[in-house]
């Protein structure tokens, strides 16, 4: 086989691994209670209803009501658009590293973003990741081609509007701003270029980038006016990234309780969903790269370190929102595999180890896929609807938990009333001797174990049994009628 057609070969068999890493099971998680929220008010703008949560941008929500009224409930076909926009970003991973290196280590960079079970938890579902990825990408892409081609006008217009319409998807985005201005640096440095004519480049990225703001927000600005929209926007923005980010909120890493995630908190993500290994993969050859002293090493490392400080400053580093971490680990990892393969590459050890490396990676992602069950409500609903004989047995299920799921999947049963998650236990304690189940979310359970239904349960465990077959549910079942020892007299409001 000729050297082409083996790469072409070697793409094909690498991005159909990758499509089936983004798309198998996709529908084995729970209607998470963002995506559900996202739904819900992409809908509502389709109607002219701007509502809670102008923090977020409209064009990701308009995107998901678009998707819901397309497809309706059907999990799967909802989130493809999402996985596709996964697959996307690691073949525009695979572009930018190719354009600096060659096809095979841009490659090695689509497997290393598509074999991490972090990308693949936040890409896969209704959320802003997957778009948010994406439009970073594709702007990095084109940004860092400035400093390639810089008399190409169009590329600095492209180039803005997917800053743009990066930042139409959260604000976030901001971390790219320090880079514009750092490229506008650089680019009068390196390339000798006219401040003059590099003031008009990049005032053509940014009005792009402006533009394409503004149209996402036009039907916003026409249903409530420009003052009344700007307001309200600025006003939800303050309170979500700079209020209550500075109170934090209260949230659980491993078994323990944070107001505010601590420093460490990046360490024990990637640790928990990648495993040591690939930890110290990523250390090692990020560090690596730094030996290299290119242009392309020190604009990626920049990027790093304005996310890291970025998301330090955040009350809450949920694991989704640390997740664009790994786009600029993936792309100076492989630049520090890059400088081993300069040294060592001949030697049959070191492509043994790489290549060794490489198969446990994409091994440990696929077990990972082909073990994965339902998860936490969608894993109890159907239980339950077992349990019930797909709801035609009355028996009745007490959840304390997230609201905005368990309403979802309530209304999605044939009988609503099999299913409860009201928190007024002083009125509902004398009926909890009627419940067959009681199940608890066990972040929820974590940060309220004291709860009035837990304190139930405990109290009369000897009459439950527990069903361990549902991940991150505590979940009991009522082995037969018994008389409650519970005291409902001690239940306040």
Known sequence: MNTGRFERTLKFGVFALVTLLFTYKLDYHYFFTDEILYVQRGIEQFSGIF?????????????????????????????????????????????????????YYGLIGAL???????????????????????FWLLF??????????????????????????????????????????????????????????????????????????????????????????????????????????????????????????????YIFYFIQYNG????????????????????????????????????????????????????????????????????????KYFLSLAILVGIFLIYRQLSYLRNLQYTEYLGLYRYFKNETSDFTLFKRMYIFGSVRSIRYYRDTAPNGDMILWRRDYELMCPEFDNFDFFAFDSEELAMEPTNTLYKYVKANEEHFERVREIKDMVVYKKLGPFKSVFDCSQVSK
Do not use: C
């Open 51 to 103: 509502g809670d949560t102008l923090q977020v941008p409209p064009l990701p929500k308009y995107f998901a009501g678009l998707l819901y009224k397309i497809v309706g409930n059907n999990l799967g076909l909802l989130r493809l658009p999402y996985a596709v926009m996964g697959i996307i970003s690691a073949y525009i991973i695979y572009r930018i590293i190719k354009r600096e290196y060659n096809s």
């Open 112 to 134: 290393l973003y598509s074999t991490s079970r972090i990308i693949l938890d936040a890409t896969r579902m209704v959320m802003l990741e997957p778009m948010l990825h994406l």
């Open 140 to 265: 990095l892409y084109y940004h860092y081609e400035i400093f390639l081609e810089v008399k190409r006008k169009y590329v600095y217009l492209i180039a803005g509007v997917f800053l743009g319409l990066s930042l139409s998807v959260k604000l976030t985005s901001l971390v790219l701003l320090p880079l514009v201005f750092i490229g506008f640096l650089l680019q009068r440095r390196t390339k000798r270029v006219p401040i003059s004519t590099a003031i008009k480049n990049y005032v053509l990225m940014l009005a792009a980038a402006s533009g394409v703001i503004l149209l996402t927000y036009v039907h916003f600005i026409y249903k409530e006016g420009i003052f009344i929209a700007i307001s309200d926007t600025i006003k939800a923005v303050k309170s979500a990234y700079l209020s209550k980010s500075a109170e934090g909120k209260r949230h659980v890493i491993g078994n323990n309780v944070y107001e505010k995630s601590p420093w460490w908190t």
């Open 276 to 347: 040591v290994i690939r930890m110290l993969v990523f250390v090692l050859l990020t560090v690596l790269a730094f030996f290299r002293k290119k242009l392309y090493v020190l604009y990626w490392g920049m990027f790093l370190l304005f996310i890291l400080v970025f998301h330090q400053f955040s009350g809450v580093k949920n694991v989704r929102y640390i997740s664009s971490i790994e786009i600029p680990l993936v792309v100076l990892s492989v630049a520090g595999l890059n400088f081993l393969f300069q040294r060592f590459g001949k030697s």
